[in-house]
């Protein structure tokens, strides 16, 4: 499953990858199906999608104007990794090298491939061995910003 939400600025765009991966046999659930999202605000978008992507264990994928502000509240939220991606490259990289579980695009951009882009996102896996280190660290970074204690940096 892949959980899928937009601010008002990304309807079409979220609507548009629904049916490309619905299309494709793949279940996706949108979490942001509200009747009116004229007034919404990306960090109240941004939780609803990382508390489902956790709840389900799965990734996700969230889009606003930019990408921008919602990956921003994105990383807010523990253990979550959100990556705005702007080519394949970036896509696949982000889940080969940083297990990113939160594709973030943009609505208003000009993105030209953007089904690439979520197809290098869903279909690259992590990587692990020395990667792994550096997203424990991440991890433990995170960590130790919630519990108030300065980072263990081993530089
Ligand atoms: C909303 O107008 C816009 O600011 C938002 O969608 C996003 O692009 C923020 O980064």
Same mark, same amino acid.
């Given at each position: 499953?892949?959980?899928?939400?937009?601010?008002?600025?990304?309807?079409?765009?979220?609507? #548009?990858?629904? *049916?490309?991966?619905?299309? #494709?046999?793949?279940?996706?659930?949108? /979490?942001?199906?509200?009747?009116?999202? *004229?007034?919404?605000?990306?960090?109240?978008?941004?939780?609803?999608?990382? #508390?489902?992507?956790?709840?389900?264990?799965?990734?996700?994928?969230?889009?606003?104007?930019?990408?921008?502000?919602?990956?921003?509240?994105?990383?807010?939220?523990?253990?979550?990794?959100?990556?705005?991606?702007?080519?394949?490259?970036?896509?696949?990289?982000?889940?080969?090298?940083?297990?990113?579980? /939160?594709?973030?695009?943009? %609505?208003?951009?000009?993105?030209?491939?953007?089904? %690439? /882009?979520?197809?290098?996102?869903?279909?690259? #896996?992590?990587?692990?061995?020395?990667?792994?280190?550096? /997203?424990?660290?991440?991890?433990?970074?995170?960590?130790?910003?919630?519990?108030?204690?300065?980072? %263990?940096?081993?530089?």
């Amino acid at each position: 499953m892949i959980v899928i939400g937009s601010d008002h600025t990304g309807i079409e765009l979220k609507k #548009k990858i629904i *049916s490309y991966l619905t299309n #494709k046999g793949i279940e996706v659930k949108d /979490v942001t199906d509200f009747e009116d999202q *004229s007034g919404d605000d990306y960090p109240d978008i941004a939780y609803i999608i990382c #508390k489902n992507v956790k709840k389900e264990n799965c990734l996700g994928i969230a889009i606003c104007g930019t990408g921008i502000g919602i990956s921003i509240a994105c990383n807010k939220v523990n253990g979550i990794r959100a990556a705005v991606c702007t080519d394949e490259y970036m896509a696949k990289m982000t889940r080969q090298d940083n297990d990113a579980n /939160v594709l973030c695009l943009g %609505g208003r951009t000009n993105i030209t491939n953007v089904f %690439g /882009v979520v197809d290098e996102f869903l279909n690259t #896996k992590f990587a692990g061995q020395r990667h792994k280190r550096r /997203v424990d660290k991440i991890t433990e970074l995170e960590k130790s910003q919630k519990e108030g204690v300065e980072y %263990g940096n081993s530089l």
